[in-house]
């Protein structure tokens, strides 16, 4: 059996090295991401890479968690919105470091693995619900913080508009095999739009996104 601790140790050491918000580093520490990922795949659980998680969704590379996590800027007291549930691996890590979080899924067996591995952690702090044809979740917006783990052709506007102001909002946007990340800060008058580097995610499906 693999070593799993020593394992996510190596990860961490290696994430530590590029990533400068520690509360980052210290929630990734404490999660075992060997139990977000299907038994075929664990013995790959702490390599920097995406997995697949059936249903043609992925869990992503660590890297690009811990960077586009870091960019939401958490401080501890925040209700954030993830898009995008899967594995509820993500899920967890802005759980350690929020002080809600609202996730939403259209696939319904990620779902229910989701809050079955949630639960077991102990997070009490989650609410996950089934996606509807508008992105997001309206109905507790606004939001401190949005994440989006899957890719839009353009920015949706439906998700914006649940952005509190000088909220942040992390999103790839592009076409379907090749993106750009993007950080948008809500403001006022014109919102900032900053561009954190090239990734690749899975489609996400909805009104505003791509069309199944």
């Known amino acids: ?57 992925t869990i992503s590379q660590p890297y690009i968690i811990a960077l586009m996590t870091e960019a939401l800027e958490l401080k501890g007291h925040e209700k954030v919105l993830e898009v995008g549930t899967g594995s509820g691996y ?15 899924e259209r696939v319904p067996a990620l779902a229910e693995s989701a809050r079955k591995t949630l639960e077991s952690l102990g997070y009490k702090n ?26 839009a052709p353009d920015i949706p506007s439906d998700l914006v508009d649940q952005l509190a102001i000088g909220g942040h909002m992390i999103i790839p946007v592009g076409p379907r095999h090749s993106q750009e990340l993007y950080k948008i800060t809500k403001q006022k008058d014109s919102n ?19 069309q199944n």
């Open 1 to 57: 059996m693999k070593d799993f601790k020593a394992a996510r140790a190596d990860l961490i050491r290696q994430l530590d090295a590029e990533i400068r918000d520690k509360r980052v580093i210290a929630a990734m520490a404490s999660i075992p991401r060997e139990q977000f990922v299907p038994p075929e795949s664990r013995h790959l659980a702490y390599e920097d890479g995406p997995l697949p998680i059936g249903w043609e969704q």
């Open 192 to 210: 900032k739009l900053q561009n954190l580097g090239g990734c690749r995610f899975v489609s996400l499906i909805g009104k505003g996104a791509w």
């Open 90 to 104: 993500q899920t967890a890590i802005l759980a350690e470091l929020a002080a809600r979080v609202i996730t939403v």
């Open 126 to 151: 989650i609410e996950i619900h089934p996606a509807e044809k508008t992105l997001g979740w309206q109905k507790d917006s606004p939001y401190d913080d949005i994440i989006v783990t899957a890719a």
